[in-house]
């Protein structure tokens, strides 16, 4: 079982972000490995050690991106693949796909894992244009993979609570749903072992993909309130306090 | 311009996402004078489509097909390429929902086009078409254009526009137009089987009047008996947004969201929350929305009544103690 995971790099949780056009600026804040990236990543090493194979991680974008390919090196993937580009943050779902579809498309997997979303973009369609463009079958929001010859029973979450079995050929795409496993930590031993492990190195434009691009984010801002919320202060007894005032006497609500 | 709405059917029924999706189309086709037509998919859709034309619709389309009767990512594909092609619509709107992530944009791609998906609204700037959708888990927003030769495809958030505002139609009934699609079986590789839900829940948290809600800042499951205490002082349930319960903290029975429960309580308490989207849709109805949060810039507080910007561990045992007071007092 030949797997490759699609990993993102996204500005860290509780980085401050300054706006800067249609991007942020990216200096002074750290970056970390998207958090439902890192349930693919999960998926695929509990795969590999049931069934066997490789697992391949392929992460597109600046240099910095190579910390988050060590992490998942170090976490037990086997190889690693960059493409480079600097100006990755201004790419649109489509041109994103094609770059790493053109990539997977010269190597030989089984099954090609994405996360559910990006916790910056958050376009959440890179595991379905990879399906389109690859012309591969997919399934996505998976919350459990079993692998039974050239096939896989999956369990596929839908809304309100419900979920779906289903079955799906191989080889195909999948996109995971945060939650399916708990994702592990690297061990000392994981990340001695890292050092020795390849990165190939591409650059995007060596792919010769043509696209024109289908949207364009002109400008990012912090959205207008809806509401005004009135701001409790003081010590947290005197807002405590406030608060349950407030929640009596004015939103009557207990 | 020509707007082609896909309307959805959740195992029988609509899912009501489809009506808010409509009554965009209706705004942006009363902006740009524009013409509306709905779509059914399935099979036996004959009442749905009906439904649709009673709707102010310029016509809706219906397309049938045995191998559409369950839903499959290759089947809408396959589908929908054809009518597309030969309906030619400029613009093409979904509601934003786990079935169109699971096909729109293979669909949008298969046309060579993209998609902007989980608009939250739009504008219209001297006839052209901006599109409003968060970035950052909702931390901003992002004015999105397209770029290219139409048709264009677009998805919108559940909740961004009103399903009760929809027009019925001026005349009566729109005109129903049955497209035939060409589908094979051996076109559908994936296979749906069983549809079934987790083990029946012991709590119905649509139905509580109080939730007191965790997030992340809550930090350790050794913490949650602290705003199991508020839950209980204030007589209300306990409930969190989904990282909580993916790392097992709490079970998914009591998760809030897109992928969990909907509610609409008298009064929401966000602990520790910091307001992505995939949670705020899942609460965003209650009557009164109170948010602590030590980040002043939590997009949560954007639609909080009251906030309190501090540390939860700090400000959880003093309501505690300032709601026990009150009962007793």
Known sequence: MNIIVCIKQVPAKDAPLAIAGNWIKESDIGFEMNEPDSYALEEALRLKEKHGGEVVVLSMGPERVKQTIKEALAKGADRAIHIADDNFAQLDPLGSAKALAATIGKEKADLVLTGLQSDDHGFGQTGVLLAALLDRPHATIIMAIEIAGEKMKLKRELEAGWFQHMECPLPAVLSIQSGINKVRYATLKGIMAAKKKEIATITRESLGISHQPTQKIEKIYVPTKTKKTEFLTGTPKEAASKLVEKLKFEARVI | ?329
């Open chain 2, 1 to 329: 311009m020509k707007i082609l709405v896909i309307a959805e059917l959740r195992q029988g029924k609509w899912n009501n996402a489809s009506f808010e999706t409509l009554a965009a189309a209706q705004q942006i086709a009363k902006d740009t004078s524009s013409t509306i037509s709905a779509l059914v998919i399935g099979k036996g859709v004959d009442a749905f489509a009906a439904e649709l034309a009673g709707k102010n619709v310029t016509e809706v389309l219906q397309v049938e097909h045995d191998l559409l009767e369950a839903y499959t990512p290759d089947g809408f594909c396959i589908a929908l390429k054809q009518v597309i092609e030969s309906s030619k619509p400029d613009l093409v709107l979904f509601p934003h929902t786990y079935q169109v992530r699971d096909f729109a944009p293979k669909l949008a791609a298969s046309l060579g086009k993209g998609m902007i998906g989980d608009c939250i609204g739009y504008r219209s700037e001297s006839g052209k078409l901006v599109f409003v959708r968060q970035m950052f888990q909702g931390k901003t927003a992002a004015d999105v254009t397209f770029q290219g030769a139409a048709p264009w495809f677009a998805s919108f958030q559940s909740g961004a526009f009103r399903a009760d505002l929809l027009a019925a139609h001026p005349a009566g009934k729109a005109a129903i137009n049955k497209i035939a699609v060409d589908l094979r079986p051996e076109q559908i590789r994936t296979k749906p089987l069983d549809l079934f839900k987790e083990a029946k829940s012991a709590v119905d948290l649509t139905q509580a009047p109080l939730i007191v809600a965790i997030g992340r800042g809550i930090k350790a499951p050794e913490n949650i008996p602290q705003a199991e205490a508020l839950a209980k002082a204030l007589g209300g349930e306990i409930a969190a947004s989904r990282p909580i319960c993916d790392e097992g903290w709490l079970p998914m029975e009591r998760q809030i969201g897109s992928s969990g429960q909907t509610v609409a309580p008298k009064l929401y308490l966000a602990l520790g929350i910091s307001g992505a989207i995939q949670h705020v849709v899942g609460m965003k109805g209650a009557r009164t929305i109170v948010a602590i949060n030590k980040d002043a810039n939590a997009p949560i507080f954007e639609i909080a009544d009251y906030g309190i910007v501090a540390d939860i561990f700090e400000i959880m045992p003093a309501l505690t103690e300032a709601l026990e007071k009150s009962k007793s007092s």
